[in-house]
């Protein structure tokens, strides 16, 4: 079976290059990717830590598409590149804090939590955004942030919903004040994010539950004249 890898450093000229691999067939691209580091070439960079989809540091993109290396089955033929819209250090290893700092720029923590109990159903409603490995696999197959880099993102404006649905959170509407400038209304719900998720997070889902919010705080969606509300009463 043969890969082809885009290998990347900042100091060769060109600093691109498309090299292909012969490998024995293996269960993951990440042992694909070890048994080349081991066996022919010491120098290929890429990131991995828990090699089992907890930690989130091995995303990548094969054929264009995002995927943990370490839960992806390579085929021959596959050819393998860093994660777009980030800066990349070496070969597939990228600098995640631009990603990252969305969260901040977003208010995606807990701002005024009251002590109540939760049901199960109000820890269901939040579960799934909870499990964010924060692999940036989103982040990467977003079309707008490749245009916009002052774009919020989707797991940034996912976990924001995490907590504008959280029973216990009262500054929801902080939350929301926080996300409508470059944020929720500049989303085209193409759904990439949705779809390359390892998490099975839908943050296509959790922009349209913000959009909804918004407009029920007053604000005006100026993509549909004014109307948006999806009836959501919490
Ligand atoms: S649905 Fe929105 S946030 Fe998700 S990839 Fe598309 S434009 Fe980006
Ligand atoms: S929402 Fe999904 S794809 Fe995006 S960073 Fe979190 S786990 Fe990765």
Redesign the pocket.
Known sequence: MKIKIKRFHPHFEPPSIDMEYAVQETATLLDALLQIKRQKDRTLTFDYMCRSGVC?SCAVRVDGKEVLACQHTPKDGEYIEPLSVVDVIRDLSVRLEDALVTLERSKAYPLDMQKIAMSEEDERRIERQSD????????SSCPVYASNEAFLG??AL?RVWRYVADKREQAKKEHIDAVVQNGIWDCTLCGN?TE????G?D?KNDIMMLQSKAVQFGYQNPNLGGFGSFGLEF
């Open positions: 989130g964010c490995i924060l692999c940036s696999s989103c982040f989707p797991f996912s994010c390359v998720c390892p998490q997070i943050p």
